[in-house]
């Protein structure tokens, strides 16, 4: 079957077969580098991460302290917040003229999405302004 022909008084067939071949031998080829690839993707580095020490700063003025517990209770500088009353602190927060310093302090045992939560609240009503408060480490 000639694709190119010069003969154009011919009757155009449709082409019945379609050659995979060259599309198979691509697909072994993809598959291969997948399989010798896929290791290096899944094993993860171990790090040490250094270790810093840093001193304690002053708290500023205009700062609010934003305290998690282990239960997930948020706590305005050492008051308990019930629900939906973060949300109300925050956005009486971002109208202030200046806009304060959240210190977020979040106990060892709390779940990661409290603090996505509370982090994100405070992002929804504009305050930017958010510092991670740790207890400093002793020399030995």
């Keep these: 079957m000639a694709f190119g022909s010069f003969n154009h008084h011919r009757q155009k067939e449709s082409m019945a077969d379609i050659n995979v071949t060259p599309m198979v031998d691509v697909m072994l080829v993809l598959l291969v580098i997948f399989i010798i690839s896929a290791p290096m993707f899944t094993n993860a580095v171990q790090l040490e991460l250094p270790k810093a020490q840093a001193k304690a700063l002053q708290q500023e003025a205009g ?3 934003l ?9 305005w500088n ?14 009486e927060a971002a109208g202030l003229p200046q806009q304060p310093e959240l210190q977020l302090r979040a106990d060892k045992d709390t779940r990661y ?21 740790t207890d400093p480490k002793e020399k030995k």
């Design 113 to 133: 999405e409290v603090v996505a939560q509370v982090m994100a609240a405070a992002q929804s009503h504009g305050l930017t302004r958010i510092g991670f408060v």
């Design 78 to 91: 050492n008051d308990a917040l019930q629900a939906g009353e973060l949300e109300q602190r925050l956005a």
């Design 63 to 65: 700062s609010v302290t």
């Design 67 to 75: 305290a998690i517990d282990a239960a997930g209770t948020v706590y």
